[in-house]
């Protein structure tokens, strides 16, 4: 079985954080490190990630989603050997049980990427979540001429490979979409293992306008 570490984006999280890292620490094939990325906190997530036995890094201010994961990338590469990264966010709407699909999946096909799929159900999932979805998913899926079954989930295992092969920039929920293009651009193809729909009562912290308007900026400047 290949070696794998976690990566975990976290925002005011520690009414999640504690019993995420347990649960990640009692999987049958544990990861080799997790790196929670704080990003910015003003309650007590740093503090209950290191007393779950993960390594923290803290942005000193609200940096975005995805800043904190181009952050936990270049650690990743320059001080770890493992082949995979697996990415999840930390308010327990990507579930630890689903990490064994995710790594049978990669000795099933070798895959360089793989990204969990809800059902997307507008019983299971908000109505705007679902729409935005559907509507990045479909772009990104023209856009790279790969079926993306769900553009915005950010549970995803990614070999080293490709986070070696390709740039990023951006600093919101857009980063996400922004990985898919750029894979793609790479020629990676772009897997899905379904996972379970969960929302939990947390506040999100997406911007639906905002956000959208950044993904339809993001979009358009690939055909400038």
């Given at each position: ?22 649960e ?5 094939n ?32 609200n ?46 096909d ?17 109505f705007?979540?679902v ?19 769900d ?30 293009i ?8 772009i ?18 306008l905002?956000?959208?308007?950044r ?10």
């Amino acid at each position: 079985m290949f070696k794998y570490e976690i990566l975990i984006p976290a925002y005011n999280s520690a009414a999640s954080i504690g019993k995420l890292l347990e649960e990640a620490h009692l999987l049958k094939n544990p990861p080799q490190n997790i790196m929670v990325v704080d990003d910015g906190s003003t309650d007590a997530t740093a503090a209950i990630a290191r007393n779950g036995n993960a390594f923290v890094l803290r942005n000193e201010r609200n940096r975005g989603k995805g800043f904190s994961l181009r952050t936990g990338f270049e650690y990743f590469l320059k001080n770890s050997s493992c082949s995979y990264l697996l990415c999840l966010d930390a308010d327990l709407q990507h579930p630890i049980s689903s990490i064994p699909d995710f790594l049978l999946a990669v000795e099933r096909d070798s895959s360089s990427i793989i990204i969990g799929s809800r059902s997307m159900k507008w019983d299971e999932m908000p109505f705007l979540r679902v729409l935005s979805n559907r509507t990045t998913s479909a772009l990104l899926s023209m856009l790279t001429k790969q079926k993306i079954k769900d553009s915005q989930c950010g549970f995803r295992l990614i070999h080293r490979r490709v986070l070696q092969a390709i740039k990023l920039k951006e600093n919101g929920f857009q980063l996400e979409s922004e990985f898919i293009i750029e894979a793609a651009k790479k020629g990676f193809p772009i897997s899905f293992v379904q996972i379970p729909t969960i929302y939990n009562q947390e506040e999100s912290n997406i911007n639906h306008l905002g956000d959208t308007f950044r993904f339809i900026r993001l979009f358009i400047k690939e055909f400038v």
